[in-house]
């Protein structure tokens, strides 16, 4: 008995929709006629600057935040309709750094919404351990507190507590960008590995082209709220919108320079 | 090589536990009941000459009668602290006076002659409040209402009733408790007329006397049995309308206390009636005029009457 | 020093007299705790409420403590005996560290980290009792430790009103003119203070350390 949703998905396959969805805070507008959609199994990246609402998406789909106008739909209903807990259960979140619980060992951090869920001991020391070998880490690790691992291995961890549930969608916010290159060139294939077998609806933020074009399957550029590109990747690739040869340009080097 | 998943709770936790536990047991020590470890009857009195006498009287009669460890913890500051105490078991006697217990601890009116009073507050004690009293010591230590030994010969005066009239051209002088009791000035004013020029002057009770020989005040209201009264040549006038309750020495004792050592109250009522008015004048006046221990005098006055 | 010898000659008296002080100060802190804590965690959550409760702290605070001894004396129940009355009076000066540290310690916790909890789907009481109380630990028992060295000193003056403790040596000793006396009742509880300080102290800087790694 897993988190899963229990409303099928909508009729076009999407597990995540933004329908037009219009939202502002004190009277600044942050998103704006934002329209979008993830399918199961696929990987959509957020890119933009910062202050461009990517942020702000995310929260949108785990109900952290309400739309203002629009709708944001889940597995077909509404967040507006959804109980937010069940919501936030079948959503895993990772963010930057990994808001790890500081007083709590990794084991008892990547256990917590099972916990919560109520399944039993053997379950949840049987689930820890898989997710442990899965993200890479030594399994002696468990025991620790979050203050005595490295970066990289406190990302691990976040993306360990993440799937513990084995929630059908996964939203990232900057997930790999306190790294350092080596590491987060590693967190990348790994992630991208772990993608092609769970076949999760996955939400990846970032501002990074880069780890855009070696993550994604679709990328939805964002630029002051608005929605400016939603490409494949492939498309994106050689898409000549301004906008997307100013950011391939920002990251020129001498293969992505066109 | 597989690695204990299930940590017991680490060590820190462990430890903020016990931390906490050691606090709260210690906070349940002091419930176990210390006062019952106690064996040695505890003897309380107020802070003034007399009641040190008293209680220094209580402790000899009984140390000498009973051979029971004795522990003296006088200089309570007062008749609430007193009464508290003995509620809270912290003392399991102390020298109280009738008209007192009536006034200031059961918040009666005052009025009724020695008798009445005496069996009031002894009923009303054992019923709300588990004390038992002792037989009354002999001497009553009654506001004395005093003025100058020449001034009472020179005008003739006996009663307060007679003083009453020359009142408008004297001043006053009282203790603050003498001010605020409910048996104090205000109704001994109503009582006899009494009018002064100026409001009464407040003093502590250690200067009231010898304010009075200064002529800084023309009459105080001190104690009946206060040990200055002759040495100091003044008079105490008398109190004809009976306006004062009586004040009849008495010792206020644990009820429990009794029972588990009933040997305390034969010791006790050797005391009863033993005491009059003089006796307690010339035991404060050793003390206070002469400067004599209190253990001291206490012990021959009990010599001296065969007591011990 | 004198005041040894007087101690050890009437040790029965001092170790009573400590248990008196120990209850007056340790029970008084455990109902300001009960009482402040939850207040502390109301505040954090309606913050609307914050200023009525502060503010009625603060004013009790700002009262003599033998004015609030007195105060309390004609009471029904508590005025009867006054080791209740102290213990009333000595928890209601506890309230305000209790309440202040409470909101201060779960305010002062990582938004960053109560929010991935949130996002998580631990719901509200689970955060409080998960997250925020154990992450705020260390600096509620600051706020535990000012309230018991507080209640010890005040205790002191419980004996004016006869609740008893330590404080019974010092009055005493006043009347009779013996310094021995008075410190008799005062080192005691001096060293009281400080051992609480130290003790909780300890506690705190352990529950600190484990929190703050992060």
Known sequence: MSATPTSPAATNGAVIEFDRVFFSLNGRPLLEELTLSVREGETLVLLGRSGSGKTTTLKLINGLLMPVEGEVRVSGRSTKTWDAIRLRRSIGYVIQDGGLFPHFTVERNIALVPRIEGWGHQRIGARVRELLVLVGLDVELASRYPSELSGGQRQRVGVARALAADPPILILDEAFSALDPITRSEMQKEFRALQQRMRKAVVFVTHDLREALLLADRIALMEEGREVVNLPVTEFRVSQHPLVRAYREAFAGPEEAR | MKARIHSTKPLQYRIALTYCTLFCMSLLLPITGCASHRSAIVIGSKNFTEQLILGELFAQIIETHTHLPVERRFYLAGTFICHQAILAGRIDIYPEYTGTSLTTVLKQPPGGNKQEVYERVRDSYEKEFNLALGPPLGFNDTFAIEIRGDDARRLHLLTLSQAAAYTPQWRAGFGYEFMERPDGYKGLATSYGLRFAEPPRIMDLGLLSRALVQRQVDLIAGDNTDGLISALDLFVLEDNHHYFPPYEAVAVMRQEMLTTHPEVKQAMDVLAGKISDDDMRRMNYAVDGQHCDPVTVVHEFLAAHSLL | ?214
Do not use: C
């Open chain 3, 1 to 214: 020093m004198d005041f040894l010898h007087f101690i050890s000659t009437n040790r029965q008296q001092v170790i009573e007299l400590t248990m008196e002080h120990i209850t007056l100060a340790g029970v008084s802190t455990l109902i300001a705790s009960l009482v402040g804590i939850p207040l502390g965690i109301v505040i954090t959550r309606i913050p609307s409420l914050s200023k009525a409760i502060i503010g009625s702290a603060n004013v009790i605070q700002t009262i003599p403590s033998l004015a609030l001894f007195g105060f309390l004396i004609p009471a029904p129940w508590i005025g009867e005996r006054a080791e209740r009355l102290a213990i009333l009076a000595l928890a209601l000066y506890g309230l305000l560290p209790l309440i202040r540290n409470t909101y201060a310690g779960i305010k002062g916790v990582d938004p960053e980290v109560v929010e991935a909890g949130r996002a998580m789907g631990l719901t509200d009481r689970q955060l409080l009792f998960q997250v925020e109380l154990p992450l705020a630990s260390g600096v509620i028992v600051a706020g535990v430790r000012i309230a018991a060295v507080l209640s010890i000193g005040l205790a002191t003056i419980a004996a004016a009103i006869g609740a008893g403790g330590l404080g019974e040596f010092i009055f005493r000793g006043l009347a009779m003119v013996n310094n021995q006396v008075i410190l008799a009742g005062a080192i005691p509880a001096a060293v009281l203070a400080l051992a609480a300080d130290f003790l909780l102290g300890l506690l705190e800087r352990r529950l600190t350390s484990l929190r703050s790694r992060s």
